[in-house]
């Protein structure tokens, strides 16, 4: 089987993958890029995007309810919830096949399919149409990453949720948990809340969004708190699926409770899609499921395979100088 070449192959078309591919067109280079799912990544259709498409909505809905604060009249507000996933999920679409027109426009080569190193400058590409190879003296990983999951809170799309099911849930929840407090569980804390939910946010650390500033975080809090969300911090969450419902025992503070919840999100952080990609058989160093590169984002693997945490800068030659 004779191998596509081309200069650059990109693994992965979320907004590193697809941008970098881009770029290097622009550049002149002939680019493939290899997509095993959605144009656009993760962030397109199951993260960024459309969490604020649904966060749109609940503020709308929110300040219709105000609307007697600004001089207008708004009576019996509500909401149409599958109308408010539904409107979510088309604007994650138009935006993707925006990403298919750019990389189109710019004369990138789209191969859909599952993508594996197979040795010094080649990429295996298993798709519908069954197994194609692609060569080319640089390669750009920029698989993305997934939600992470924790022994006893494996999500089942029915009391436990990831973000994709929180994204096209079954059901609007009543009384929700979340557990994580970063930016995925307090979007989706957020927007519950808004609609209606009763929210109970579980954070493992001594205050909510943990990676954000102090002064932001302390200011956040409050302000969560007095739209009706009970905020606990330094919590130790077990869980327990009963028939409809979940039990959590949450720690913190020295105190033990139990409570009761129809819905649980986990959101605990994200894990690295590095797994059957063929980085060990390159000699690429993976640490907890980051790729480990240089200063030049060079993987240090066999051949020239580079990684796009660097903004798509990961353009390396057949002997690994930049």
């Known amino acids: 089987?004779?191998?596509?070449?081309?200069?650059?192959?990109?693994?992965?078309?979320?907004?590193?993958?697809?941008?970098?591919?881009i770029r290097g067109a622009q550049l002149g280079l002939k680019v493939a890029v290899v997509e095993r799912e959605h144009?656009?990544?993760?962030?397109?259709?199951?993260?960024?995007?459309?969490?604020?498409?649904l966060l749109r909505s609940a503020e709308v809905f929110h300040l219709m309810k105000r609307a007697k604060d600004f001089g207008l009249k708004a009576d019996a507000v509500s909401f149409d919830f599958d109308a408010v996933v539904k409107r979510s999920r088309a604007?994650?679409?138009?935006?993707?096949?925006g990403v298919g027109h750019l990389l189109k426009k710019n004369k990138v080569t789209v191969v859909m399919g599952e993508a594996r190193l197979a040795g010094k400058g080649r990429v295996a590409v298993k798709g519908e149409k069954g197994e194609q190879e692609l060569a080319a003296p640089a390669i750009v990983i920029a698989t993305g990453a997934r939600a992470r999951e924790l022994p006893g809170m494996e999500p089942d799309g029915d009391l436990i949720w990831t973000y994709r099911h929180a994204l096209q849930p079954p059901r609007m929840p009543k009384d929700l948990l979340v557990i994580g407090s970063g930016a995925i569980g307090i979007e989706f804390?957020?927007?519950?809340?808004?609609?209606?939910?009763?929210?109970?946010?579980?954070?493992?650390?001594?205050?909510?969004?943990?990676?954000?500033?102090?002064?932001i975080s302390a200011f956040a809090r409050k302000q969560f708190a007095r739209q009706g969300m009970t905020l606990i911090e330094g919590a130790k969450v077990t869980l327990a699926k009963g028939k409809g419902h979940v039990t959590a025992r949450i720690e913190a503070g020295g105190k033990t409770e139990e409570k009761v919840f129809d819905t649980v999100i986990s959101a605990v952080g994200i894990v690295g899609n590095v797994e059957g990609i063929g980085l060990?058989?390159?000699?690429?160093?993976?640490?907890?499921?980051h790729v480990v590169t240089d200063a030049y984002c060079r993987?240090?693997?066999r051949g020239a395979v580079g990684h796009r945490?660097?903004?798509?800068?990961?353009l390396a030659g057949p002997q690994g100088e930049p």
Not at 1 to 21: K, L, N, R, T, W
Not at 309 to 314: E, L, N
């Open 91 to 97: 604007v994650a679409r138009q935006l993707a096949g």
């Open 309 to 314: 945490r660097c903004g798509g800068a990961a």
């Open 299 to 301: 993987t240090g693997g």
């Open 189 to 215: 804390a957020s927007f519950f809340n808004a609609l209606g939910a009763k929210v109970t946010v579980a954070e493992a650390v001594d205050r909510i969004l943990p990676v954000e500033d102090a002064e």
């Open 39 to 53: 144009l656009g990544g993760i962030c397109l259709n199951w993260g960024c995007i459309p969490t604020k498409a």
């Open 1 to 21: 089987m004779a191998a596509q070449d081309f200069d650059m192959i990109v693994i992965g078309a979320g907004p590193g993958g697809y941008v970098c591919a």
């Open 280 to 289: 060990e058989e390159a000699g690429v160093r993976v640490e907890r499921t």
